[in-house]
């Protein structure tokens, strides 16, 4: 067992690194340095040769990279040439927009999508199902921005309830932020609960229809203590993953959502850097983003590991 | 409460498919089973004795419906009541133990809580008393260890174990009644007949009645007073046990018994010809097309379930008369015939020294040079004649299985030697040249898993044709798959049809034919009879049997049922653990001296005879792997002595001293044949 985590977490450092990698490179790969993109139009071949050897930007590549890296492993995420502030600074507060936004929609969205994926797997083919599972498969079918742009349409411009986009700056308290959020986190959770409420249905199904729940009816447990006891905690251990795949495509799709709302994250930050060729600022944002997903990813496999005794007792391996 | 337990009356039940047709599968079944009963509902698969069962706890599978007919179980009528009043019977006052105890537990709660669930449900227990009463369960079904035990999770029991907890669970309120659906079907023999006496004392002890799902007759012989038994979702012939073995009324019921392979009788059974009906869609008896007592009333009118003169006995069949007339006893020895062929003097597969692991070395291992746990399958010393049938029997675990896979290729030998004419077997099936591959093949247990559904009869066989005779043309291999079908006794109409829209005796021919498709000259067969039904079984064996002398082909056959083994097989090799235990001819196998582990496994056979009583040696407790040193059979062994068995390799011991018989035991054969010729 100590193992096994030992073998994941070790597992988990290495993508990491590997991600390092492919980021940097990828993006260095891009036309243009970060002098280009700071200096801009009014750059000239000598001012671009001097501001390259301050920055050490002729170096050869596999240095820039060490340093790069030794940087961030000393959490220093590089200054953005573009904006003339550290990266750190200018993702701070967007960080926080974005974390209290996907939290949010998580917290919403999870218990939502079990609820209702059970229902719909308790009352498969009837009524309940039919509307859930059908509602599920248009939220999925329709791409973020088109859900949001509906939503914009009804709640901003023809109900006039939420505003349709933010317009307030990225250091506001949390509470001014609050009504700004209301349609991103309505637009992410459908999506999410979508991608879940499918899942969780399915396996409640099959949970069901298996031989121990038929067992459980035949020796007189009467019908809520067997969804509750013994078909819903093994209905939701194949689920765990999904969820937390789900969040981490949260994290990293939100950057769409974001846009089509102007709201201050992280995401609008990435997109912003990629326009502004702020190659610093994309590299610490994508390290951040993909951090976070192996994170998930780790708890989601050592949640199941725990949860499912079939894998915690089993010895060695 | 009336003198019946329970009381079947016309009991209708069917389901609609997906053309929304109507389709049944029980038709008017009438049953009664007394208070303290033990009934055992014997029938093939599909004849709906497990829906008769369910229906008897008030359960329908969903999708089906009651369409006619009632059961009531203790006066309550089970399909009028509403689900809260079901609960409180069911578990309290009627238990089921399930097929499969494995998939029956929930794979995340604890084995003692599901107990402790049942017990606080149906037995008004709680708190500390339900825990205690849920140990002593544990205790009262023999399980080592109550208190461990109960906190393991079942995947962490092994089969017979999980059996033995669904028993506890199902004993929890001492109901009036227990259905069993095949609680042992899947386990070992030595652990089935260990888990039967077990139930035999339980229902002795409490006085409850029982009724007894199996499709096997042996099972049935062993556990029941009274026995009804099911053809297409009616039951046609109902009497006690004695009856139904000596003197079975229904040409149906003689047919089931006469295809049974027998311990004590030598060659291969009867076998029925054709396959049940869909319940309802004959306007006569079901059986009509397959009877050969058959008169004109059979096949227009259904026959009435007629109560027969003597003890209680009753028969849905117009011509019992007839049936009756002849003495069962004398016809049943007359039906097993032999079939001859010839065996050459010259080895077609040896195998010397041969060891197998699955064990892969860590690299953690290597480094810190721990031993190597011992090989699965160690020292297999055998010579396979040409047109000879070699059986490897032995319980889950033995190795059998490991050496087919090596021979055919699918694993790689750790060390010694298979010689197959001048080439090496063991070399891996990729790296075997074509015309070696054509040699060896390979028919497995379960044909639905070893043929593709998507491809058609045809595609199936022409799948070995293209690639072991790439000069045949198109012509060639269609004439040559009709050819195929009919050596298996299939129509060539078959070509052209999916696996799906085959019966389970069907796919398996279509496997063996397959198999014969590459003109092989040794054919592996992996437990292929032991996914059907036994009146399919015979008709298998038979052809076996007829391509082996057609071709002079050499088998070597895996099975665990022993009576199989005996109507096929020429030569026995006993393995325990991955270790050879004792070789011999079938006639040497199955009669004194034998090694303990073959008197153990003889012992626990269960024959389709009610007088018959198995002999429990060695306790069931299964073991994961071979001790490191002695012999391999030193844990389970009756016999077993403290020093000599457990630190040396016991020797070869040849009985007869010129031929093949030889025995690896420490105990020299005279004893062994004193204490064996005063058992039986």
């Known amino acids: 067992m100590i193992i096994l985590i030992a073998r994941r977490l070790i597992l988990s450092l290495v993508t990491l690194f590997i991600i390092s990698l492919i980021v940097y490179v990828g993006v260095e790969a891009l036309p243009g340095d970060s002098a280009t993109g700071y200096l801009g139009q009014w750059a000239t071949p000598e001012s671009l040769a001097a501001l390259r050897e301050e920055f050490g930007l002729n170096d050869p590549i596999h240095v820039r990279y060490i ?131 499918r899942l969780v249905r399915t396996n409640m199904i099959d949970v069901m229809v298996s031989d121990y729940v038929q067992m459980a009816r035949l020796k007189g447990v009467p019908a809520r203590q067997i969804v509750f006891k013994h078909a819903l905690p093994n209905a939701m251990l194949p689920t765990i993953n999904i969820v937390a795949l789900t969040l981490a495509w949260l994290v990293g799709g939100v950057a769409i959502i974001e846009t089509v709302f102007n709201f201050p994250g992280i995401g609008k930050l990435l997109i912003d850097a990629i326009t502004d060729r702020d190659f610093a600022l994309v590299q610490g944002i994508a390290m951040i983003l993909s951090g976070i997903y192996i994170a998930l990813n780790l708890t989601a496999d050592l949640l199941s590991l725990v949860l499912n005794p079939k894998l915690r007792t089993a010895r060695g391996h | ?79 009028a009541l509403n689900n809260r009043q079901l609960e409180t019977i069911r578990g309290r006052q009627i238990a089921l133990i399930p097929q499969n105890a494995g998939d029956a537990l ?93 139930l035999r004392d339980i229902v002795a002890d409490l006085g409850t009645a029982m009724m007894y799902i199996s499709h096997d007759l042996g099972v049935i012989a062993r556990v029941s007073d009274r026995i009804a038994l099911m053809y297409a979702g009616e039951i046609v012939e109902d009497t006690n046990v004695a009856e139904m073995f000596k003197s079975p009324a229904h040409p149906y019921a003689r047919g089931l018994l006469e295809s049974i392979p027998r311990l004590n009788l030598a060659g291969i059974p009867n076998s029925m010809p054709g396959q049940p009906p869909i319940p309802g869609t004959l306007p006569g008896c079901s059986f009509a097309p397959r009877c050969s007592f058959i008169s004109e009333i059979c096949r227009s009118k259904s026959p009435p379930f007629t109560s027969i003169p003597g003890p209680p006995h009753r028969v849905r069949c117009d011509n019992w008369e007839k049936v009756l007339a002849i003495d069962f006893s004398q016809e049943l020895q ?30 953690m291992e290597r480094i810190r040079s721990i031993p190597e746990p011992p090989a699965t399958v160690s020292d297999i010393t055998l010579s396979v004649k040409r047109g000879e049938t070699l059986a490897l029997v032995g319980e889950s675990g033995s190795g059998k299985t490991t050496i087919v896979r090596t021979i055919s290729g699918l694993l790689p030998a750790k060390r010694g030697s298979i010689q197959f004419e001048d080439c090496d077997l063991t070399v891996e099936v990729d790296q075997r040249p074509m015309e070696l591959c054509r040699h060896v093949q390979l028919i497995f247990q379960n044909p639905d898993a070893s043929l593709n559904p998507r491809h058609t009869v045809a595609e199936i066989l022409d799948q070995p044709l293209k690639l072991y005779f790439p000069d045949m043309t198109h012509d060639e291999r269609r004439a040559r798959q009709i050819e195929l079908l009919e050596r298996v006794r299939l129509e060539g109409r078959y070509r052209l049809r999916y696996p799906g829209q085959m019966s389970g005796g069907e796919k398996q021919r279509v496997a063996i034919a397959r198999a014969f498709a590459a003109d092989p000259e040794v054919v592996l067969c992996d437990e292929v009879t032991s996914a059907l039904d036994v009146s399919v079984q015979a ?54 001296p034998y090694h303990p582990y073959t008197e153990t496994l003889l012992g626990a056979v269960l024959v389709p005879d009610p007088d018959h009583e198995p002999k429990l040696l060695a306790s069931d407790t299964p073991e994961l792997a071979p001790p490191a040193k002695g012999c391999a059979f030193q844990r389970r062994c009756p016999y077993c002595m403290p020093d000599l068995c457990v630190e040396e390799i016991p020797p070869w011991q040849f009985p007869e001293s010129d031929d093949g018989h030889k025995i690896r035991c420490h105990i020299p054969i005279n004893e062994l044949l004193v204490d064996q010729k005063a058992a039986f």
């Open chain 2, 106 to 198: 929930t794979p995340t709660l604890r084995v003692g809580n599901q107990i402790i669930e049942a017990i606080e449900l149906n037995a008004d227990l709680s708190g500390a008393a339900a825990k205690n009463r849920m140990l002593e369960l544990l205790a009262q079904v023999h399980l080592p260890h109550p208190d461990v035990m109960a906190n393991r999770y079942p995947h962490e029991l092994s089969g017979g174990q999980q059996q033995r907890a669904v028993i506890a669970m199902a004993l929890a309120a001492e109901p009036y009644m227990l259905i069993l659906d095949e609680p042992t079907t899947g386990l070992d023999v030595t652990t089935q007949a260990h888990i039967l006496n077990l």
């Open chain 2, 334 to 363: 007359q039906v097993f015939r032999t079939i001859e062929h010839t065996t050459e003097d010259e080895p077609a597969i040896e195998l010397s020294g041969l060891e197998i692991t699955y064990h892969r070395s860590g690299f």
């Open chain 2, 539 to 592: 008709a298998v064996l038979d052809l076996l049997a007829d391509l082996q002398r057609e071709r002079n082909t050499t088998y070597i056959f895996i099975a665990h049922d022993l009576a199989v083994v005996r109507a096929i097989a020429d030569r026995v090799a006993v393995l325990y653990q991955g270790r050879l235990c004792e070789v011999g001819t079938v006639d040497e196998i199955y009669s004194p």
């Open chain 1, 67 to 197: 340093n790069w890296l030794g940087d961030i492993l000393r959490g220093d995420l590089g200054v953005s040439m573009v904006k003339r502030k550290p990266v750190a600074e200018l993702i701070g507060n967007r960080f926080r927009n974005t974390v209290v936004l996907t939290i949010t929609s998580a917290l919403v969205g999870i218990p939502l999508a079990i609820i209702l994926g059970v229902i719909a797997g308790l009352m498969r083919d009837k009524l309940p199902d039919v509307i859930i599972s059908t509602t599920s498969i248009v939220a999925m079918t329709l791409p973020g921005f088109v859900t949001a742009t509906v939503l914009i349409y009804i709640f901003a411009i023809r109900l006039e309830w939420f505003p349709a986009i933010t317009l307030v700056p990225s250091d506001v308290s949390v509470i001014e932020l609050l009504d700004t959020m209301l349609l991103p986190i309505i637009t992410l959770t459908m999506i999410m609960v979508a991608h879940i409420l």
């Open chain 2, 1 to 79: 409460m009336s003198d019946c337990l329970v009381d079947v009356r016309e009991l209708t039940i069917g389901y609609y498919n997906q053309k929304g047709t109507l389709v049944l599968v029980l038709q008017g079944v009438n049953l009664e089973v007394k208070p303290g009963e033990t009934l055992g509902l014997v029938g093939e698969s599909g004849c709906g004795k497990s829906t008769l069962g369910q229906a008897m706890m008030g359960y329908l599978r969903s999708g089906s419906q009651v369409l006619g007919g009632s059961v009531k179980f203790a006066d309550h009528d089970m399909f």
